[in-house]
């Protein structure tokens, strides 16, 4: 086969005649395909590393230091760089580091359906189960250990089912790559690539399993070479790719140690001044060009990967227990057993894509050629398979590869000159100068000390009494030594700033710059502009990492053979455990499906931006601060709906405490007013008899009142008989006491006289 105009070696060949002068053929071929203008595509993406880093060629700028030939090396100005691609690089770094990398874990088998089916069935049946025990319980037929449960009306419990379910190969694939994402360091190294894309306008990434485990790694762009095919989107779509790197012979030792002989290792540890002049071509750094730099030699090490052909068969029998026929793949070597031949057995024979890698080391050692271990194949389609390599550039649909820095150099160009011609201007220009004779300096005041005073004072002392000289002070003139053109220079500058950040998309608004007239409304609206240019890149970036998480993923089939058990840490600071079923895991077909970033920052800085509102009204602060941790909008979502049940389940908490309260104060106020009837009532018949009697009183009192004045003046009578009574046993009592007195007396005289 001929690509490029090099001779590629035959690929649809039996693994048999695949021999090692074929293989090294093949590696051989690929990297001299690659050669052709390599050292001209190198020179140009480190030319765009230097310009970001401010790093000038003054070869850009000879036109203007040394037109017509001359060099101007005595003007008192110096060309500079004044950076103003770096700041839109840098700020577009930094906007990348805070877009969320969501991504969801999906099974794409063809029993999907039916296990859905499957555990939908359970649901319900469950569902059912629970509808039986509570009628058993309500029957009082149950055991008493049974208790009842919750039941769902079943247009309910099918919304709930459609919700939440999951298929659980899904939920191992998500916590999958939840583990490689922090275990490979996925995330710092995305973002190193987006550097490289920035700047290079391409980024290259290599993917694959080393020390039992899924490995990543962002390429240099200086490094990687492949198929350009017109239609060709990602690297690990095309024909083939390799990696050219310059490594220490320590590297190149201790990575292929296994695979190159003593003789071959001694052999690199010599010095050659070929692999001075092969370093040098290559260089990768200005300090390169001095030789003094390779005393550390450094060995050119390609790693190539390619698609070849394998023969494959497609193996059907009978099952011997079913009667179904069953289909099997196997490799060109098989033979079948005469038994299953007897069964009626056919093999039916095709040629598909195989990746193969291959390694030369130092041009002259080939090591390591072979088919790659995982061949990333889909199960409907065994001729499906991609690079290790992926990548993209931004923009080489029909057209040279762009970069925004490379948009950004004319820009860098100019302002650099229109700096070096202000510089300039500044340096020419003398403001306004007075002119004086020199013969009005003062007597025994030399030059520098005249120049002295007029620059520290302001005042020029002058002598107008010099002997033997007649000056007029008349004479004395002004000349307008300023330079007119230095605020246009400065307008040029501003514009080009302009139509700089006008190009690139990042305006001043986005940089955080806003004029002392402008809204809110409208500063926010020019942000939102700026955004949409750059999301173009943002999009494509994106894309790519879709396909590295589905190729990590994938590798870790391949990494995980015996099963797999770890723990990683989450957002929030849990930890989740990891356990993984080999068997289960290999024949998944998992699908990534990464989320549109810049949406999802959106909607996540709306909800950020609620946040003072949702705690007035009502949210927790542990629950907001929860919330703020997540960098997902579905597990904002997901916080959202825990914090809403939660007060929802508060809310009914304090209705039912309110309702409660409502019961026992209506109560208490039904018993207050029934002992206020109760004592009305009792009032109002205590009323009622005193009425009654009073009225009965009154009715009676005029036919009684003959009677009653008799019966009053027979009382009358009657008492003063009593008291006449009365009155005379008193009498009678004083007089039988005198009498005794008077006895005691006539004694005691008796007995005085005697």
Known sequence: MYLGGEKIPQQKLPLSKKNKKWREACVEAFIDLSNQGVSKRRDYIRTLYDYYNGIIEEEDYRYVLAPYGKSRNNFPSKMRNYPIIKPIIDLLLGEKSKRPLNYTVAVLNEDVVSEKEKAKQMVFMQNMQAQFANKMIQMGIAPEQMQEQGIQLPEDLLKSFERSYVDNRAIIGQKSMNYIMQNAEVYDKLQKGWFHYLISGEVYTERGVRNGEPFYDILNPLDVDYDKDPDLEFVEDGDWALVRKYVHVSTVVDHFYDLLTPEQILELEQPRQSDIDSYLLFRRAETSKDENAYRNRLIEVVTVYWKSRKRIGFLTYPDPMTGTIEEEIVDEGFRMPAEMKAMGAKIKYTWVNEVWQGTRIDGRMYVDI??????????????????????????????????????????????????????????????????????????????????????????????????????????????????????????????????????????????????????????????????????????????????????????????????????????????????????????????????????????????????????????????????????????????????????????????????????????????????????ANQNNELDRKNKLDIAMIQAGMAENAGKFNLEKAMMDQETKSQEIAIKAKEADEDARSNRANEEIKREANKNRKS
């Not at 700033?497 to 006008?502: F, T």
Request: hydrophobic share 35%.
């Open 370 to 679: 072979h088919p790659v271990a995982n061949q990333r194949n889909t199960m409907n389609d065994p001729s499906v398979c991609k690079l290790p390599i992926n990548g993209r550039r931004y923009s080489d649909i029909n057209a040279k590869n762009i970069s925004l820095v490379s948009l950004g150099i004319p820009y860098q160009l100019n302002y650099n000159i229109y700096k070096y011609r202000l510089e300039l201007a500044i340096a020419r220009s003398k403001d306004i100068i007075a002119q004086f004779d020199i013969n009005m300096i003062p007597k025994k005041w030399d030059m520098d000390k005249f120049m002295y005073y007029v620059e520290g004072t302001g005042i020029a002392w002058v002598d107008y009494n010099k002997e033997g000289i007649a000056l007029n002070p008349q004479h004395q003139s002004v000349l307008d030594m300023s330079i007119k053109t230095i605020s246009q220079y400065i307008t040029l500058l501003e514009s080009i700033l302009n139509e700089w950040e006008k190009l690139s998309g990042v305006n001043r608004q986005r940089q955080g710059s806003v004029g002392q007239y402008e809204g809110k409304g409208s500063t926010q609206q020019a942000i939102v502009q700026s955004s949409h240019i750059t999301e173009d890149m943002f999009r494509k970036f994106e894309h790519l990492e879709q396909r590295d998480l589905q190729a990590l993923l994938d590798y870790s089939k391949e990494a995980w053979l015996t099963g797999k058990s770890g723990a990683y840490v989450m957002p929030d600071g849990t930890v989740e455990y990891l356990t993984v079923d080999p068997l289960s895991h290999l024949e998944a077909d998992y699908g990534i499906f990464v989320t549109n970033a810049g949406k999802e920052k959106e909607k996540i800085d709306t909800i950020r931006q609620m946040a003072q509102s949702m705690i007035q009204n009502g949210m927790p602060a542990s629950a907001m601060a929860d919330l703020l941790e997540q960098e997902s909008f579905t597990e904002i979502k997901s916080k959202l709906k825990e914090a809403e049940k939660s007060m929802q389940e508060l809310q009914q908490q304090q209705q039912q405490a309110e309702m409660q309260a409502k019961q026992q104060s209506e109560q208490l106020q039904a018993q207050m007013k029934q002992q206020e009837l109760d004592n």
